[in-house]
């Protein structure tokens, strides 16, 4: 059993070159539960730093919110403009729009920070004040649809222990945009799925690496406008190798596991939408990735990973609802969620098991009124074949103090179950500063 808790004090995000907001960690978020080695961002259990949301505008494919966003709950980093209509508060809006794709611009700098302070509520656990990350953005446009952008960030400790260092290349691409259609080449987070859930902390998804994950290849995102009304966004993408800096745990990702990355990865998304009333939106999206997990644990009967998904979105004046259901064939890790032991002397070595059939789930909602923002999202993973389940309970409030400065809290309820038997993974308030310029 794991018992972790936080509080967090978080500063907010901040990318100058967007005139539209994406709250997500640390992906942001930037991190992920079971047991895993120490080195990590430091929290009761040191392993379990949440992934924080990115500073950066919506993908491309996906419509951004419709309601003008208040609070923020939640930073980036991992585990984020004037917002996006509806766009979560957790971020400061930009100090300019994005420069027109066409006119050739000045290099655009922007950057950020999240203050997090950690207080676990169990007895015996002890508390952590952190920058969870600094960061800095640059944008250039150079004409003719031509741009570049890469975003570093910095913190004092490593995020993960299989992070290279204590900076890293968040994502940095080159882009081409004709119309409402842009190809990315570089580093580039992977679109699957609902891309966040505006929380600082996360969900199990983003432990286990489906979420906030910037890897090495091509993507090819955008829209088409069929009406006023009507649309269908899409994204292709193709990875050669991962990106070795998403915030799952050690263990719970290909990434992470000595001698192992994740290649050839191919994403599929459409994303059909409709707006209604005076500021609503509505869209429906349809996901698959497939992946090669190369590690020399992995069966190679298991190694080709396949994961498929249906996730929605419904913004409508304050108020936004979500929701995501996916499952993965095939076997991506070797000893999760079932950790091995070590032989002793008395006793042989028991390697670690592993799933391969997952099904994840994920719904949350929330609303913001003028400056403040309430937040629930649940989210739960059912690991087949090994008898383990896990949920995780966060409610959130997030204030906007002004463009540059929010303040957010949050609490976690991570629970997991073994052959029915539950156990505490973390129970934390976290209190979060976020700040941008």
Do not use: C
Request: glycine share 10%; hydrophobic share 40%; no cysteine.
């Amino acid at each position: 059993m794991i018992p972790a808790y936080r509080l967090a004090l978080t500063g907010a995000l901040l990318v100058l070159a967007s005139s539209r907001a994406s709250f997500a960690q640390t992906p942001t978020p930037t991190p992920a539960p079971a047991p895993a080695p120490a080195g990590e961002a430091v929290t009761t259990n040191p392993v379990l730093a949440p992934p924080a949301q990115p500073e950066r505008p919506d993908p491309a494919n996906q419509e951004p919110n419709a309601v003008p966003a208040a609070a923020a709950t939640a930073g980036d980093s991992v585990p984020p403009p004037a917002p996006a209509p509806g766009a979560p508060a957790a971020t400061p809006p930009a100090a300019e729009a994005a420069p027109s794709a066409t006119v050739p611009s000045m290099l655009k700098i922007g950057g950020g920070g999240i203050l997090w302070f950690y207080q676990p509520t169990e007895s015996g656990q002890k508390n952590n004040v952190e920058f969870y990350n600094l960061r800095l953005t640059f944008d250039a446009n150079f004409g003719e649809g031509f741009a570049f952008h890469v975003e570093p960030r910095v913190r004092d400790t490593k995020l993960r222990s299989f992070f290279g260092g204590t900076a890293w290349i968040q994502e940095g691409y080159a882009s081409y945009t004709h119309g409402l259609h842009t190809f990315k080449l570089g580093k580039i987070y992977s679109q699957f799925g609902l891309f966040w859930d505006n929380s600082f902390w996360g969900n199990v998804q983003v432990y286990d690496g489906l979420k906030l994950a910037p890897d090495y290849g091509g993507s090819l995102e955008g829209k088409f406008e069929l009406t006023p009304q009507f649309g269908l966004g899409y994204a292709a993408q193709f990875f050669v190798v991962d990106g070795t800096t998403n915030v799952s745990l050690p263990g719970r990702d290909t990434i992470s596991i000595p001698d192992s990355r994740r290649r050839n990865e191919v994403v599929l998304r459409v994303d059909p939408y409709a707006k209604f009333a005076q500021d609503g939106l509505v869209r429906v999206g349809l996901s698959a990735q497939r992946l090669e997990a190369d590690s020399p644990g992995i069966p190679e009967s298991e190694r080709d990973n396949l994961r498929y998904g249906v996730d929605f979105k419904l913004t409508w004046g304050g108020l936004g609802v979500w929701g995501e259901a996916v499952h993965q064939k095939g076997q991506s890790v070797t000893d999760y969620p079932i950790a091995g032991t070590p032989a002793t002397d008395t006793a042989p070595a028991v390697p670690g098991r592993a799933s391969n059939s997952i099904s994840y789930y994920e719904a949350g909602a929330e609303y913001t009124y003028r400056r403040v923002t309430a937040r629930y999202n649940f989210s739960a993973a059912n690991y087949g074949g090994v008898g383990v389940k896990e949920w995780m309970h966060v409610p959130a409030l997030g204030l906007k103090l002004n463009d540059y400065l929010s303040l957010g809290g949050e609490y976690v309820s991570w629970s997991r179950s073994v052959a029915g038997t539950s156990e505490k993974l973390n129970r934390s308030v976290n209190l979060l500063l976020y700040f941008g310029f």
